[in-house]
């Protein structure tokens, strides 16, 4: 089976194949392909590769190209993570946001938007290329914003492209582990859009016990989320909120933590990934160490405006380990490929899930997943306060389709406008004429 990883030379590629190595079943992976446009991070994650590679009977061969169509044919299974402009261009969405005083994070306000408008028309082009050249394959969407970009990439693919986060899986397990669960074993009630999300309950064993956890106030400060919004806010919900949410609820704060630090998370990740691939650039490195020295300091330094926002320090070493998106990831394919029926939270079209929203929104939600892909379960609708900003935003990332699909510039003023975080027209507007000045990717917007 052959998989194709679109973004091979990004940092994280390592996690996937390492994934991979571990899954010795008959129907597994035997060929990656890597793509990206560049060569340098492309050599660099092979070495990667071939170091973890070393001494595994079986390891999946690997292959590298430059050339999207010789890495679209023949693939079962395509991996997107490709990154538009780089993180240089998330370094400035960053930053032309916090100069109006606005979030600019990759995937959330005025720095999302800003990403999708660069990547839904790159992500649309490879989900043509993907039905013409590959027509059977499953696409796995781990692009930011990857609800916006799963639902852009369906309006080509149908239902054969889902979308993946760790958010969500890292959120129940960290939940599941304070009371005492097994992760494995516990039902996540979890619904809203990627980035957009609300754990509502754990069952174990058919019983909710997030009410225990809810009544527990060293419980709730023990983990990650908890810490992050607070015991009494979080009671006040009635739910977990995905960590993302803190961008919403502590908006202020988090913006002012945003300005006040050294750098932003953009511009820390490009350095620090910038130095990664000049070290890699030399032949003696050892690449699978400096790798690992780099992931480590990438995970501890996560979100770390925010915890410094809510004054809760460094992360805890129980909450540096992610979802695993690189296990969803192949949950997901193991599933389809082999027809192992399991539940995984995933972004997906909505069908008849939210009444709130149509048929062709992309949501996040558990489903089950067999051989024909993946299938939201029903879950409760959601309370008034998560339906308000679940529509706005939706609507945002709708504007956001249109906007590309008609170059229209007025149309990405109001997706600017009509988010939440995004508290002016008048800030929208400036919003789109930075983005545009500083982005060539952005230039249809220019007139």
């Given amino acids: ?15 996937v194949y390492g994934a991979l190595l571990g899954d010795h079943a008959e129907g597994r992976v035997t060929h990656v392909t890597l793509h990206d446009l560049d060569e340098v991070r492309l050599s660099a994650i092979a070495r990667v590769l071939a170091d973890q590679a070393e001494g595994v009977p079986g390891a999946p061969a690997v292959t ?7 890495a679209l044919r023949g693939a079962d299974f395509v991996f997107s993570a490709i990154r538009v402009g780089g993180l240089e261009g998330r370094a400035a969405d ?11 994070q990759e995937t959330v306000g005025a720095g999302g938007i800003a990403y999708g408008l660069r990547t839904v028309p ?19 969407n781990f692009t930011n914003p990857a609800g916006l970009v799963t639902e852009a990439m369906s309006r080509v693919l149908g239902d054969r492209v889902v979308g993946i986060c760790d958010s969500p899986v890292g959120l129940g397990r960290r939940v599941a582990r304070v009371l005492g669960a097994n992760p494995d074993e516990a039902w996540i009630d979890y619904v809203g859009l990627n980035h957009l999300g609300w754990l509502r309950g754990l069952r174990v064993g058919g019983r909710d016990v997030l009410p225990r ?3 527990d106030e060293e419980a709730l400060g023990s983990f990650e989320e908890g810490r992050l919004f607070g015991p009494e806010w979080l009671r006040s919900l009635g739910a977990v909120p995905n960590e993302y949410l803190h961008y919403y609820y502590f908006n202020r ?10 750098r932003t998370r953009g511009a820390y990740l490009r350095d620090q990934q910038g130095a990664f691939y000049q070290e ?11 790798w690992h020295r780099t992931l480590a300091d990438r995970e501890a330094t996560y979100m770390a405006a925010n915890r410094e926002a809510a004054g809760i320090g460094e992360r805890d070493e129980e909450d540096l380990e992610s979802g695993g998106y690189e296990k969803v990831a192949l949950a997901l394919m193991r599933a389809i490929a082999r027809d192992e029926r399991t539940t995984l939270i995933l972004n997906v079209r909505n069908g008849s899930t939210l009444s709130v929203l149509d048929a062709d929104a992309v949501i996040e939600v558990p489903c089950v997943v067999d051989a024909n892909g993946a299938h ?6 959601l309370p008034y306060h998560a339906v308000g900003l679940v529509t706005a935003v939706k609507a945002v990332e709708r504007e956001v389709l249109a906007a590309v699909e008609s170059g229209s510039r007025a149309t990405a003023v109001k997706a600017f406008a009509l988010h939440p975080l995004v508290d002016s027209v008048a800030v929208a507007r400036r919003l789109v004429e930075g983005y545009t000045a500083e982005h060539p990717g952005l230039a249809w917007l220019r007139n």
């Fill in 253 to 262: 704060e988090a913006v002012q933590a945003y300005r006040a630090a050294e």
């Fill in 122 to 140: 790159v992500a649309v082009r490879i989900a043509r290329r993907i039905a013409e050249l590959a027509p059977d394959a499953w696409v796995i």
């Fill in 213 to 215: 956890l809810l009544a």
């Fill in 94 to 104: 960053e930053r032309i946001a916090l100069a109006e005083d606005v979030l600019g």
């Fill in 376 to 381: 939201p379960v029903s879950v409760d609708p």
């Fill in 280 to 290: 890699m650039g030399k032949p003696d490195t050892p690449a699978l160490d400096a």
């Fill in 64 to 70: 590298a190209t430059t050339d999207l169509d010789e």
């Fill in 1 to 15: 089976m052959k998989l194709t990883i679109l973004g091979g030379g990004g940092f994280r590629v390592p996690l």
